[in-house]
């Protein structure tokens, strides 16, 4: 009697594992649903890129300062750039229609992997070319405050200090992301096997 637990655990951990399953209108399904999900994301960044261009082009038009003019310039370029490299490395593709069920997966496979890559590399092609436009707009519009010198170093400070907390936490989502879509990448392979 008290070796029957074992015995039935031993039963239970020896058995063969059950390969994961998946059909080809169950993979279908969910490329589908990735593809709205990256669709929709990239439209909020275009958005947003949109209203950095816009707000930056009203700066160089009201900001008294060339500095920051330069420096507000510098940050439309910068997010136009952002916009391209958003378009190149994180677009949706659509799926093939029709095909086997490896090749569905395969291609599933493939736009995980491709917005993963995009996720993990985000301080190269999307915070990194917003930095030296918005590091000369700061500067720029902190040459000219009417406020005593001391406190335009503090002021500058605190906003370089804002910027940077939030690239990092821009980064930090977008590793969490990529290690999300990495999970559902290893999931897939299981499946091909």
């Not at 990256?38 to 209203?51: F, G, H, M, S, T």
């Not at 910068?78 to 090749?103: C, E, F, K, M, N």
């Not at 070319?129 to 040459?143: D, E, K």
Request: glycine share 6%.
């Amino acid at each position: 009697m008290p070796n029957e637990p074992d015995e039935i655990r031993n039963a239970w951990q020896t058995q063969p594992a059950e390969g994961i399953t998946m059909s080809l209108e169950e993979i279908r399904r969910r490329a589908s649903r990735f593809q709205r999900h990256v669709w929709w994301r990239n439209a909020r960044e275009y958005l947003a890129i949109a209203v950095v261009v816009v707000v930056f082009g009203v700066y160089v038009q009201r900001i008294p300062t060339q500095m920051a003019r330069v420096g507000s310039v510098m940050t439309m370029v910068g997010a136009l750039y952002v916009a391209y490299q958003i378009h190149r490395r994180a677009s949706s593709r659509t799926a093939p229609a029709g095909g086997a069920l490896d090749h569905c997966l395969g291609f599933h496979r493939r736009q995980l992997e491709r917005q993963r890559d995009a996720l993990k590399s985000v301080w190269v092609w999307y915070l990194a070319p917003l930095v030296p436009g918005l590091a000369v707009f700061i500067a720029g519009t902190a040459i000219v405050a009417p406020i005593p010198f001391r406190y335009r170093l503090l002021t500058t400070g605190i906003m370089f200090a804002v910027v940077a907390v939030v690239f990092w936490l821009v980064a930090k989502l977008n590793k969490i992301g990529a290690r999300r879509l990495q999970a559902k990448i290893d999931e897939l392979r299981e499946l091909e096997q």
